[in-house]
């Protein structure tokens, strides 16, 4: 059964860094392309960052350019998503997603973790 599992979630002051982990089981992960999402209320999720599970290439949304490090381990079947100079706009929840190369097969979502960022 896959199963994707968010963590890190946290309140933030303005400035901060945040690390957030989403842990995958049940799948390979070269199979997948990986990606944060985020969602604020009343707003479509929106793509934070994407990483190829097979080549390791990676996509930002402009917004966070140079503040957020998308990454993943593979022995570990772990996504990782480093926040630095983190701001208030960057207060949503934060979604793992797992989308497979393979038309046979599905999308998986994790549950969500809340990132809060205020002083």
């Known amino acids: 059964q896959v199963q994707l599992v968010e963590s890190g979630g946290d309140l933030v002051q303005p400035g901060g860094s945040l690390r957030l982990s989403c842990a995958a089981s049940g799948f390979i992960f070269s199979r997948y392309s990986m990606s944060w999402l985020r969602q604020t209320p009343g707003k479509e999720r929106e793509l934070v960052a994407r990483?190829?599970?097979?080549?390791?290439?990676?996509v930002y949304a402009d917004s966070v350019k140079g503040r957020f490090t998308i990454s993943s381990d593979s022995a570990k079947s772990t996504l990782y998503l480093q926040m630095n100079d983190l701001e208030p706009e960057d207060t949503a929840v934060y979604y793992c997603r797992a989308v497979p190369y393979s038309s046979n097969d599905r999308t998986y979502w994790g549950q969500g973790t809340q990132v809060t960022v205020s002083s």
């Open positions: 990483i190829s599970g097979a080549t390791g290439s990676t």
